[in-house]
């Protein structure tokens, strides 16, 4: 988590999430390079080329995870995502209506979360924020700019109970 000197957070996933997400694929890409190197057994000639394949989609994954961004600005929330073809998502923070933070057993292990936010906002009714740091107070800090957003723009919650 860094700040910018005009108070915008900047986030990005851990790379720890992509070992994670990638677990299955990287055990399978492995025991197929393994198994391409050794020599008398049926079918070593096509073990590589499928490996090649496997670590070329792993080398894509990996560097679209590392090329996601979260700037929790003053009004907005962005998220840019993608390699050739960069998407940039704009969530104004006062259309934020709640939030979640969960875990998965290996997000545990690794000190890791997902926040999932819920908005009012047409295009981007949930975002989750992924490979999160678990010390990170993201939603403490979201929802402190969410209230003065709200209250900038005159905006009350309205509830039956």
Same mark, same amino acid.
């Given at each position: 988590?860094?700040?910018?000197?005009?108070?915008?957070?900047?986030?990005?996933?851990?790379?720890?999430?992509?070992?994670? !997400?990638?677990?299955?694929?990287?055990?399978?890409?492995?025991?197929?390079?393994?198994? /391409?190197?050794?020599?008398g057994l049926?079918?070593?000639?096509?073990?590589?080329?499928?490996?090649?394949?496997?670590?070329?989609?792993?080398?894509?994954?990996?560097?679209?995870?590392?090329?996601?961004r979260y700037?929790?600005?003053?009004?907005?929330? %962005?998220?840019?995502?993608? &390699?050739?073809?960069?998407?940039?998502?704009?969530?104004?923070?006062?259309?934020?209506? !709640?939030?979640?933070?969960?875990?998965?057993?290996?997000?545990?292990?690794? /000190?890791?979360?997902?926040?999932? &936010?819920?908005?009012? =906002?047409?295009?981007?009714?949930?975002? =989750?924020?992924? /490979?999160?740091?678990?010390? !990170?107070? %993201?939603?403490?800090?979201?929802?402190?700019?969410?209230?003065?957003?709200?209250?900038k723009k /005159?905006?009350?919650?309205?509830?039956?109970?």
């Open positions: 988590m860094q700040t910018t000197h005009h108070g915008t957070i900047v986030i990005q996933p851990h790379a720890g999430q992509f070992v994670i !997400d990638e677990l299955p694929t990287l055990v399978l890409c492995c025991t197929v390079w393994v198994y /391409g190197g050794m020599e049926p079918l070593t000639v096509l073990a590589v080329p499928v490996a090649v394949l496997f670590s070329l989609i792993l080398l894509y994954r990996y560097i679209y995870l590392r090329r996601i700037r929790i600005g003053a009004e907005q929330l %962005i998220s840019e995502h993608g &390699i050739i073809r960069r998407k940039v998502d704009y969530m104004e923070l006062y259309r934020i209506v !709640d939030f979640q933070e969960y875990q998965s057993l290996l997000q545990q292990l690794c /000190g890791l979360k997902t926040v999932h &936010i819920l908005s009012m =906002d047409r295009n981007t009714p949930q975002l =989750d924020l992924i /490979g999160i740091r678990h010390k !990170d107070n %993201i939603v403490a800090i979201i929802r402190e700019r969410v209230e003065t957003n709200k209250q /005159g905006i009350y919650e309205i509830t039956n109970h």
